[in-house]
């Protein structure tokens, strides 16, 4: 039975690769080395545009093996990710019935598989709206544009190619797409934070571009190691720390030297982390301190907000950490004075006595929270530490309503009942 040319063809390759298996490029030339380089790409794309074509036709070969689809057989049986099989079948299946030009220059050795991967995403990224004649000139211009520029550059002409073939609508194509693109970055916004238990935290997150250029931009002044402060001396050596740790240290940097003053109020007060410490910890070589912050991370039963009280003699340093020092009976010292309404000193020492919600059973955060008057101020009642309370939004709001009795546990705690 004879064989199909296909598989004739890929015999033959085979043997021919085996027949140097053993040859040496080192005997070869400069002039050799440059022909071969190029002729094994060509010869790459050409065998990748064959695997592919194959590929578009083998649901039958998955129906017969019970694969989900020929992506999962290849994946399987040749030992290729999974990932990339699905890539290779979704590209195949737009060679074979929507991208002629692309295929044909993969056939030809003149687009690589890298080169037609990115073709085919700037080609599906284009508005529906956009008719099949200007999206078969976008398939011929950038399949042109392969035999000058790689992958990336590629892509950036894919972007920005409704400019070249049809510049009379590329404007509000290109703003229509971008509001697309806005409006799914706001919807899959996320930030999670989470203890480790071992001193860090993992922060994930998706973030829109926009931010996210600006978050790198503002990064990379901390992280360049051509910063001054990185500059090699004579004799010393300059050390070379992965980019990913580098970048780490200048998220670390930044949010060190972010203005708390432009930062948005909490309880009326201004946005801040307070490090509350023993002043004998403070004096002392090895202790330890608080965080009181924002709310609450996952993970907080593993190490808690602690820090060592050198790091909090550090932190002291800088506006915008405010150091609470506390006296024998870990109360807060020179913080606050009477007035009518709580001032910022005194909201902050509530914030280290209380730490959150102080209704029982409540867990919001204190930086979250109203201060309140025990005692009405208009009744002759006290601005001071001991006459205030943290309470949140929800809980401060039900003490002033005439429907609920409150009563005050032992440990300063308030315990809600509804009148009948």
Not at 235 to 260: C, K, N, S
Request: aromatic letters at 4%.
């Amino acid at each position: 039975m004879d064989r199909h040319p296909i598989v004739a063809a890929a015999t033959d390759v085979r043997a021919s690769l085996k027949a140097v298996v053993d040859a040496n490029p080192a005997f070869m030339s400069v002039e050799d080395k440059a022909v071969a380089l190029r002729e094994l790409v060509a010869a790459e794309a050409q065998l990748a545009e064959l695997r592919l074509r194959v590929l578009a036709d083998a649901g039958d070969l998955a129906e017969q093996t019970a694969a989900k689809d020929a992506a999962g057989w290849l994946a399987h049986h040749t030992r290729t990710r999974f990932a990339d099989a699905r890539a290779d079948l979704a590209l195949a299946t737009a060679l074979d019935r929507e991208r002629p030009a692309l295929a044909v220059a993969m056939r030809e050795g003149a687009a690589t598989l890298a080169q037609a991967h990115v073709i085919d995403r700037a080609l599906v990224a284009l508005p529906a709206s956009v008719d099949a004649e200007t999206l078969a000139r976008a398939e011929v211009y950038l399949v042109e544009k392969a035999g000058e520029f790689g992958p990336r550059e590629l892509g950036r002409i894919g972007r920005r190619i409704l400019d070249v073939v049809a510049p009379e609508i590329a404007e509000a194509a290109e703003a229509a797409r971008l509001a697309d693109l806005e409006a799914h970055a706001a919807q899959q916004t996320r930030l999670t934070l989470r203890r480790l238990g071992d001193g860090t935290t993992r922060i994930s997150g998706r973030i829109p571009d926009l931010a996210a250029t600006r978050l790198a931009t503002y990064l990379e002044a901390y992280a360049n190691p051509r910063k001054p402060d990185s500059v090699k001396q004579p004799g010393d050596a300059v050390a070379r720390l992965p980019y990913p740790r580098r970048l780490g240290e200048a998220f670390t940097q930044l949010i060190e030297a972010m203005d708390t003053e432009r930062m948005p109020l909490h309880g009326g007060d201004a946005t801040a982390l307070v490090v509350t410490v023993d002043l004998a910890a403070l004096q002392a070589d090895l202790a330890t301190a608080d965080l009181i912050g924002g709310g609450l991370v996952p993970g907080d039963d593993l190490t808690g907000d602690r820090i060592t009280a050198a790091q909090a003699r550090r932190l002291a340093c800088t506006a915008k950490i405010l150091p609470a020092v506390l006296g024998a009976d870990s109360l807060p010292l020179d913080l606050g004075r009477a007035r009518r309404l709580f001032s910022p000193a005194q909201r902050k020492a509530l914030l280290v006595r209380d730490r959150t919600c102080r209704a029982e059973g409540c867990d919001v955060p204190g930086t979250w929270c109203d201060a309140h008057h025990l005692h009405p101020w208009h009744t002759g009642g006290r601005t001071d530490l001991a006459d205030g309370v943290l309470l949140c939004s929800h809980h401060h709001h039900r003490i002033h309503d005439d429907a609920f009795r409150v009563e005050r546990l032992a440990n300063g705690d308030h315990r809600f009942h509804r009148r009948r």
